[in-house]
């Protein structure tokens, strides 16, 4: 099987570095500059995108939202299976710009880089497999019903990074302003997520087992509670979830 990434930005980089050496690929954009670097950094052909033929191709569509429709101009041909990683775009509006057998959706999260991203997938279940297998090289694949849940995943998997990353800074800036050198803190709340990651209870069952009377974490979940913490960050998902309804 070999795959053509439509798009050289962030996220495509992290899918090419995933799938290196598991799956054949190539890139294909506007940028032939961009598409050298990237060609040269993970070892593939490059094609410039107008005129480029999707025939029978498996394409994973990685470009910005609002270039949907000008890509779509662009190409010629009908691929066998699209996998859009397109925030907020629905398959129905997918469709419209660029003809393909089967449709997926997906939203991968940048840990695809280190081959440790949750991928959220929806579209034809006759393409299943073959999104299922070209993903499952960048990490765990989850399947959902339908272009809303999708939307829902997004604001989880797709900016949840961004979340944890501002709760990760925030709980290394504590360790700095309790005393703790910046390096012993990062590495200690590094440790921390790693280890919770390892743990395979349930989010209550975690917090009751740390939890003890009186103690430490009582005070400290006694705290974030009185800030609001719990509201504040289901807040932000809901935002998220909002915001990509109206990409």
């Known amino acids: 099987m070999k795959v053509s990434i439509i798009g050289y930005g962030e996220m495509a980089k992290a899918i090419a570095n995933g799938l290196k050496g598991e799956v054949k690929f190539e890139v294909v954009g506007r940028d032939e ?4 670097e990237f060609a040269k950094e993970f070892g593939c052909e490059y094609f410039l995108i107008n005129g ?3 025939t029978s191709k498996n394409v ?3 470009v910005k939202p609002y270039a949907l429709k000008d890509i779509g101009e662009m190409l010629k041909g009908e691929a066998e ?3 859009s990683i397109l925030a907020g775009k629905s398959l129905e509006e997918i469709k419209k ?3 393909s057998k089967f449709y997926l959706r997906a939203m991968p999260n940048v840990a695809a880089k280190y081959k440790a991203s949750t991928t959220a997938v929806t579209g034809d279940k006759e393409a299943r ?3 299922k297998f070209v993903l499952s090289k960048i990490g765990d694949v989850v399947w959902v019903n339908g272009d809303d849940e999708i939307d829902m995943a997004t604001a989880i998997i797709g900016s949840g990074p961004a979340f944890l990353a501002l709760i990760a800074e925030a709980v290394c800036d504590g360790g700095v302003y309790i005393g703790l050198k910046r390096e012993i803190s990062e590495k200690l709340t590094r440790g921390l997520f790693k280890s919770f990651c390892a743990i395979d209870d349930n989010f209550a069952t975690i917090k009751n087992q740390v939890m003890s009377p009186k103690g430490t974490t009582a005070e400290g979940i006694k705290t974030l509670e009185e800030e609001g913490i719990r509201g504040k960050m289901m807040k932000g998902v809901i935002k998220t979830y909002e915001k990509s309804k109206n990409i």
């Open 129 to 131: 497999e073959v999104g």
């Open 60 to 62: 994973i569509l990685a």
């Open 33 to 36: 500059k961009k598409l050298k």
């Open 52 to 54: 480029y033929d999707i």
């Open 97 to 99: 710009y660029i003809k």
């Open 81 to 83: 299976v699209l996998i």
